[in-house]
């Protein structure tokens, strides 16, 4: 009866959104997250980023909750919430996570970003 039901809900969700209309949008400048220079503009107005990364294997620690990351590069085990105190100590904010691989091989790349 489960199945069912979910099967059904599922159904019923596609056809709602199958009903809706696409709102046409002609973008403008800046509304896509992007800051383009107008002649208004001074070219020192756009923000410049710097990019540092961090490459590390993290597996779950159930005993803190907490994820327990060995980094290759310093060959060191250490918690996910150091790393990220360390480097928003450090005035970098984290702008993404890529994970690779799977299984044991899994790696996870922390990607942070600051202003200049």
């Known amino acids: 009866m489960k199945k069912i039901t979910l099967i059904f809900f599922l159904v019923l969700t596609c056809v709602m959104l199958s009903s809706c209309k696409v709102k046409s949008v002609t973008p403008t400048p800046g509304t896509v997250g992007l800051q383009v220079p107008t002649s208004s503009q001074p070219q020192s107005a756009i923000?410049?980023?710097e990019y540092a990364?961090?490459?590390?294997?993290?597996?779950a620690d159930m005993?803190?909750?907490?994820?327990?990351c060995y980094l290759p590069k310093t060959n060191d085990n250490t918690m996910l919430s150091s790393i990220l105190s360390s480097k928003a100590n450090e005035g970098w904010e984290l702008a993404g996570v890529a994970n690779?691989?799977?299984?044991d091989s899994a790696t996870q790349t922390f990607i942070f970003k600051r202003q200049q």
């Open 47 to 49: 923000a410049k980023w």
């Open 53 to 59: 990364y961090v490459i590390a294997q993290c597996q």
């Open 63 to 68: 005993g803190t909750l907490d994820l327990v």
């Open 100 to 103: 690779t691989g799977s299984g």
